[in-house]
Structures are given as C-alpha cells and as structure tokens.
C-alpha cells in the first residue's frame, strides 16, 4: 500500500462549480498536510497547509484534515479557469525542513 | 527577490553520460532538497542537504546518483552514466529554517532530463 493515494484524474469541470480533491494516506505518523498547486510546466507552489485535524479556509479554497479516517480533502468553490492545473497533496511528520511525500496529483481543468 | 533556480531547464544526454543539475537557494535559504518527478508520477524525495552537509539522502539511488551544496555556489545533483529511467523532472526547492513550521518549501521551475 503507497504511504499517500491520490486519484490522478483527470477532472473537468465547468466554471463556476465547486471541485472536490480528495487523498488517503497510511501513515499515522503523519501531522502536517499541505495542497500544493503545479501549473504546466511550472515548479509546484504551496496553496494550503494544516496542521493536524480540522479545517482552514483562505478565500475559495478549504482544506480538511480527518487524522481518523487517514483522509484529507481541498475544496475549491467558484472554480476559475485560472485554477486549472495540477493539485498535489504532501504531508509530512514533522513540520519545518523535513522531507515530503506526495499524492501523484490530480489534474483539474475548469472550463469556461 | 530571486525565486529559486535552476539550470539547465531542459537536458538532453545519450546512455552513459553524465548529467549535472544546479540550483541556487532563494536567497537567505540555507536547506535544499531534491526531487524528482517521473511521468505520470508524483514528486519523490531525493536527498536533503544543508551547507556542506547532506542530512537525508534516504531517497536517492544508491549508484550513479550524488548531490552536494558546498559553501560557496549552488548545489549540484549530479547523475553519473545515464539511463533511460533517469528520464525525469528534477526540483529543487529550498527553506530557510529547520524546525516546527509551515513546512512551505519554495520550488523552483524544474530542470527536465531526456536520456536518448
């Protein structure tokens, strides 16, 4: 079983919709989970980070934390066509410099 | 302010040569770390190196594959006698403090190796 699953997609929705991106994961020592964003071509660009369970909101993205279930999400409302792109999920056991395993992404395209 | 770095964007080399990646740190960065992104993969941890040091190389390859940060100049991930599944991206991303953070690494662009 992978340390961290994430379905690759791909995803497409029209604008305006409100996207869903979902990753599991087995380790347990997991603490700090990130969604990362990597448009084509382009080095991944950190979108959201929680520590733990629970949620975080900034602007129309929301992240979810549910250490019970070993299941994270990141939620996107009002889908732009701009956020097409590639949305990695990372998690780590300890915060700060510390190696990262990644989802394999999911790839998002949000039609005008 | 300066984004981290990498050069060559795009590395072309036949079986058995040598490939050398180089990243520059955002500045007042002083953690580096390597990874590597295969086709249809997601990003794998290669190694971790502080100035003069390499502090977790759990996730290289344990032939043909060697990274460095010296004290002056950028690291260098340097893949010896190439093969065809060397084919990949490779990112650098750097931080600058070690501890209980955000855990943010910035990255850069990637440098993209084709293996003839």
């Known amino acids: 079983q992978k340390e961290v699953e994430q379905d690759p997609g791909p995803l497409s929705v029209p604008e305006g919709a409100i996207v869903s991106l979902n990753c599991t994961y087995s380790n347990s020592a997991f603490q700090y989970f990130m969604w990362y964003r990597q448009y084509s071509r382009k080095g991944p660009e950190l979108l959201m980070y929680t520590y733990s369970s629970g949620n975080k909101e900034d602007g129309r993205f929301t992240a979810q934390v549910d250490k019970s279930s070993k299941y994270i999400s990141l939620f996107i409302r009002d889908s732009q066509p701009s956020d097409s792109a590639t949305y990695l999920c990372a998690m780590s056991a300890r915060g700060g410099s510390e190696k990262l395993v990644f989802g394999k992404g999911t790839k998002l395209t949000v039609n005008p | ?116």
Not at chain 2, 22 to 48: A, D, T
Request: with cysteine.
């Open chain 2, 1 to 116: 302010n300066a984004g981290v770095m990498q050069n060559p964007r795009h590395l072309v080399r036949r079986r058995g040569q040598e490939a050398r990646l180089r990243c520059s740190p955002m500045k007042g960065h002083s953690h580096v770390y390597w990874y590597r992104q295969l086709p249809e993969e997601g990003l794998k941890f290669m190694v971790y190196l502080q100035k003069e040091n390499i502090i977790d190389e759990s996730g290289m390859p344990k032939e043909r594959f060697s990274a460095e940060f010296p004290k002056e100049g950028p690291s260098i991930l340097r893949i010896q006698q190439v093969v065809r599944g060397d084919s990949a991206a490779y990112f650098c991303a750097s931080s600058p403090w070690q501890g209980e953070g955000t855990g943010e690494l910035f990255f850069g662009e990637g440098s993209r190796l084709t293996v003839l």
